[in-house]
DNA sequence: TTGAAAGCGCTAACAC
DNA sequence: GTGTTAGCGCTTTCAA
């Protein structure tokens, strides 16, 4: 008998590529021929030989049965805690036998077995996303807790997204949290998700519908009340400096639109024309608040005492920190000169100059929301009634604002 | 035993329509037990008989077999693209029976018997640190070009790292990225995952060997070149704002350490004694820079002419953007007073009044070495050298440390 | 209380 | 070129 005429399998493939294989067989030939003769009385005999091939170095449940000198599925028991199954002294046995081999038991083929892999895909638009690190804390806090995994993916375009979707169900991930383009895309693919019944939460995107597990944050109320912040404190004169408002749905974010929706609807309110008003695209970026803040500058410069702007609602907080500069730059002071208010409080916030007034998202929250919501669907055996959660601002009044205007 | 003799209670009674409920029966048949099993519990065991029955919309390698009227294997090899196996016209019928059933390989089955799951675990200390994102940036984007998923957790002290890897390693992942506290701790854990032959890389951490592959970022390098820039400048009293300067390895971080030792050597190196100079401990956070900026100013206006600080040299860039509020609520101008430099290039870095003037630190680079240092090992069947790699800052010369000083 | 064995979905060696 | 089948490590059912 040659090796080449020994059967194989998979596991042990590439035994051929291995020198020792050969010295091995030649000298356990013997052993070998027997194995196929009468396979049914030397199974544990060959499996030992293999094993000293192979130097096999993970210990499978096994090699705990065997050292334990109990069969597998009780050894399986222990492992799962499947109390009341074996005998303490077994248990015990067993436990000490798993310890002295190190044993660590390989979740994926339990996950195999089980059907169910206890990790979620989490998919993120752009990592340099404000949003993403305190949502991402939000979810692992809670995932973590409950025993779950994380996958992580990022996904610039939809294209991706569709795409981060199916690698992930392939990868057998039991649920999904989509935090990603605030946009109006199409959603055939979560649609398709959900028909698979697979569970999963979108975080603050417009998906014109409520058959979706969402966590929405109140982007028209937040608008609403910086706007009112300000109003309140005398202003009528209100500048908004805006995200992206090209009509284009892969550009346009829905913050955007919404966030200056808010804005109308509060100076509307009061009988304040919006269309008096100074508006400027600032591009959602630092550097685009930078450019807004000239502009602004250039802007109240510009007007006559009566219709220049003395505050601006800014919709983003980098943005904001942008026109802090730009204003300062072109020798204007805030809050004197311009009251600035903005959306989102990042850690920077308080140490801008002056401190930023802003109102506060509650991300992470958001975050724990969403894997709350998700890990409840993973629970349940039923289908959960998607859930709609929206999630309001908290007003954060630093020095942007200044105190209240004399009228 | 035939389907058409089951008693099916009501809400099954159309079960027997479905000509899918009679083939799970025969196939399952095949094993007497489950014939036997079948008749003696038939009614406990029907709704698991059922959901077995009804759940089976996940399309198998098996399914698209039957359907392509071709063997497991023949299709395993298309799937594959084992080309040159299959005849161009099997494959086709076989690509086509794949895509009328939605047929998406289960990724962990495969995982299982070529004991590669094409995942890697990323570990991170804190998620708010501010190197997180672009490290993650730059692992992601090259361990989603070479067809790697990535397994998160956030891990902030060491109890947790190993807890994490420890769960990774059960999740069969096939190395480990690890961005941690940059802290000289015990590393037996990551030895023996290096004993176990498992990839991984550690970035920025002090590990006080170099059998590990290991992204460092030259503190010292970054703390000689920002105190050198102020040197070049003409300054010669040089403050510097740390982070926290405990002995307690648990806090005391690495980068404080070393960023203070550079600032020491660029001083010793023109002759300047370090021990004259003003040391403040900033904390490494906004809140501890602005207390650090009030200090600073109080400690120039309490010093004469000849010794106060004309410049300082801030260790991290939150903390900077604090002493620069600081400095200016109690009335001083950047960098008029006191220029400032800082280490890290934060987005916000332009942005601040005035502009801070930065070495910046090659930390999305840094991650995306890491993953290809990683990707590397993981393709190559010997265990590969361990790499130590150190990458250096760039200046990045902005307002915030002005023109030269007249001397 | 314990053990035997089927099988989760897939790969790949070997047979034909 | 295509089919058969063992086995990856585990859980779980049923029998003993």
Redesign the interface.
Known sequence: MSAASLFLS??FNDLRQNPFFIDVLIEKRKHVTVVKRFAKYFNSYLETILDTVMRK?VTTIRDVAKRAGVSVSTVSHVINGHDGHVSAPTRELILAAARDLNY??????R??VKRK?A?VG?IITE??NAL??PV??GV?SVL?TEGY??????AGDLAHEINAI???????VDGFIIMSLSLRLPIDHLLHLRE??IPFVVINRDLGTDEINQIQLDEIGAGRMATEHLLNLGHSNIAIITGPLSDDPLIRRRSTVERYQGWREALAERGISDSDQCVIDGGYT??G??QAGSALAAQIKASDRKTAPTACFVCGD?MA??V??GL?DAGFEVPRDVAIITIGDP??A????P?LTTLALPIFQAGQIAARVLVDSLKADKSLAPQQITLGPTLRIRESCGAQVRS
Do not use: C, D, V, W
């Open positions: 998979p596991p170095q660590r038991p390989n979740a994926i083929a996950s195999m892999t990790t989490l990592l340099q993403f690190i991402t804390e692992e973590q995994h994380i996958l992580l993916a990022s199916e690698t992930m169900r392939a990868q057998q698979a019944g630092f550097e608040g930078l980098m920190m942008g802090l500069k300062h850690p920077f308080p140490y801008t100059i401190a």
